[in-house]
């Protein structure tokens, strides 16, 4: 087998193949013909932290392709920035860019018939749309992710992204006057990165070291560090080993594989949106993969990190402690992953973590034994009953009660209920319902983090419960209940829901219900009728008539 045996296609076609005049014109040598085309799909953007510390990170992935023997073929890949997004129209673009990102690497590569891909990326968005794409293609591949931020400081304590969030409901409490306010929102970002907590960009990326498709010990590295531009660098030098070797996405995206990567979630108590994009990328693989598998690993797994938002910690804690490597150490002593599962580098997990302690090393406690977890079972929790036939997530650690029975203060967006909040209209015991901001109805399922933040910045983070078929961020806690499905805009339960109906969330019981009589709900399912779409055209009308439900991860294909 050629060692450039699909690029060959392009380049060699044709004895005497006019296609070489372009790459000439880009300064190929005739032997460069005899090297492997690797795409680099690089995500730098300036358009946030996340993103804008890549470029280095994308010259050291090329000058490694180069050196191992490849022709390096550098383009560009877009993002959304969450955290700048949230709360604004914009964010109904967030999980929309995810299929974007994941139509622009496939096209790239395929249609410029490369024989291997790195991927870097830094938002929440470029993780499950990278991994997607690279399950797509289906050619050598290895994922590479920006590195995480630095905490930011302040007062003497440690910030976040999800500080400034919570400060504006702190701030409109009362809590915190003006200065505080100013001086958490000024240094909560101390520079390049992705947000530093287990957000979903840190549990993504993080999951990617167990699926295999990332090289151990990069996902907790900042930025920011040196040791983050050397791993680039051994990742290309890995690819290249790969294409060799003809290692490719689909023998190490197994359903041994995805569990692996879902135990390690739970283990490090990573955001809900996990459950969404593993089920995109499973599809993406041709894996079978369902919500019910989430709820299996669920309660057979404990969670072993104390990692923010609901936890003390943050991502560089988690690094200093022994980072993914020795979470995953601690579970496969334990028996709870598979470590013959294969990895990008030809050898299997087991063997990758052959070196790891069998348990964490004394003297901190970000990461626990199996016998002192801080939870014996996982956090994600899929609930179902009549408001969520279908399912719904649930994030059930971090609270002190994980039931409630209350009111519903029932909201068509999210404008309208960040007012309420603000006002001070909400009360301890109230469940909040934001409804027809699904897959279709929003469309694109925006996240909820400016409302839960506020909630928590108002200390009612644990009285209040949030309902709702959209998303919430990888920084939320709180009694929150996503992805409901059946979503409103597909005339599901959600979207019956009248302004102080009872509702019950039960995380014991897994159950999410709608305290009213099954006469009544079918009266007012017969009275409904499906509000016109918000759009009809542009990307946000692609998605809202192509993308599927959120138990099937809202892809578009």
């Known amino acids: 087998m050629p060692f450039n045996e699909r690029s060959k296609h392009i380049t060699q076609g044709l004895e005497r193949s006019p296609n070489r005049a372009m ?89 410029q018939w490369m024989d291997g891909v790195l991927v870097l990326g830094g938002c929440d968005k470029n993780m499950p749309g990278g991994m997607m794409a690279i399950a797509r293609a289906n050619v050598p591949a290895i994922y590479v992710y920006g590195g995480t931020i630095k905490p930011g400081r302040w ?25 505080e306010f100013e001086g958490i929102e000024r240094n909560a970002i101390p520079g390049t ?119 003390r910690y943050m991502a560089v804690d988690l690094h200093r402690a022994g980072g993914v490597p020795q979470v995953l150490k601690v579970l496969l002593a334990a028996g709870l992953i598979d470590g013959d599962c294969l990895t990008i580098t030809g050898r299997t997990l087991g063997e990758e973590l052959a070196q790891v302690s069998d348990a ?95 909630i928590i910045g108002r200390g009612l983070g644990d009285s209040v419960a949030f309902v709702t078929d959209g998303r919430f961020s990888g920084g939320t806690w709180g009694m929150v209940v996503g992805h409901v499905a059946p979503e409103a805009y597909e005339g599901g339960t959600i979207a019956l829901v009248m302004e102080g109906d009872r509702i019950t969330i039960d995380a014991h019981r897994q159950l999410l219900q709608l305290e009213v009589d099954a006469a009544e709900i079918e009266r007012r399912r017969q009275a409904w009728r499906r509000p016109a779409p918000r759009y009809t055209s542009g990307v946000l009308g692609k998605f809202a008539q192509l993308a599927r439900p959120a138990p099937q991860g809202a892809v578009t294909g």
């Open 193 to 311: 990165g992705a947000c530093g907590g287990m957000y979903t960009a840190n549990t993504m990326s993080s999951s990617f070291e167990a699926l295999g498709l990332s090289l151990l010990y990069s996902s907790s590295m900042a930025n920011l560090d040196a040791e983050k531009r050397e791993s680039t660098s051994r990742s290309a030098r890995v690819l290249i080993e790969a294409v060799k070797n003809g290692i490719r996405p689909r023998d190490l995206i197994t359903r041994r594989s995805i569990e692996n990567a879902v135990t390690l979630i739970m283990a490090t108590g990573g955001s809900t949106n996990a459950v969404l994009h593993y089920l995109a990328i499973a599809h993406a693989a041709e894996v079978t993969w369902t919500l019910d598998d989430f709820e299996r690993i669920r309660r057979k797994v404990p969670v072993l990190c104390d990692l923010k938002p609901s936890g």
């Open 23 to 111: 790459y000439y014109g880009l300064g190929y040598e005739k032997a460069d013909f005899d090297k492997p085309m690797i795409g680099v799909a690089n995500g730098h953007s300036t358009i946030t932290p996340c993103n804008a510390g890549l470029q280095p990170l994308a010259e050291a992935a090329v000058a490694a392709v180069k050196a191992a023997g490849g022709n390096a073929q550098l383009f560009g890949v877009p993002t959304i920035s969450d955290g700048m997004a949230m709360g604004t129209e914009g964010m109904k673009y967030s999980l929309i860019s995810r299929e974007v990102i994941a139509d622009s690497i496939e096209t790239c590569v395929q249609g």
């Open 155 to 179: 007062s003497g304590k440690d910030l976040s992204l999800i500080s400034a969030f919570e400060a504006v409901g702190a701030y409109a409490a009362g809590r915190i006057d003006q200065a």
């Open 360 to 454: 964490p090393p004394a003297g901190q406690d970000v990461i626990r034994s199996i016998d002192t977890a801080l939870y014996r079972e996982g956090h994600l929790a899929v609930l179902r009953g009549n408001l969520a036939p279908d399912g719904a997530v649930a994030k059930i650690t971090g609270v002190k009660t994980p039931v409630i029975t209350g009111p519903a203060r029932v909201f068509e967006d999210e404008p309208s209920a960040m007012a309420a909040i603000l006002a001070d209209k909400i009360r301890p015991g109230d469940v909040l319902v934001l409804r027809y901001l699904g897959p279709k109805g929003g469309p694109g399922m925006p996240e909820m983090l400016a409302p839960t933040s506020a």
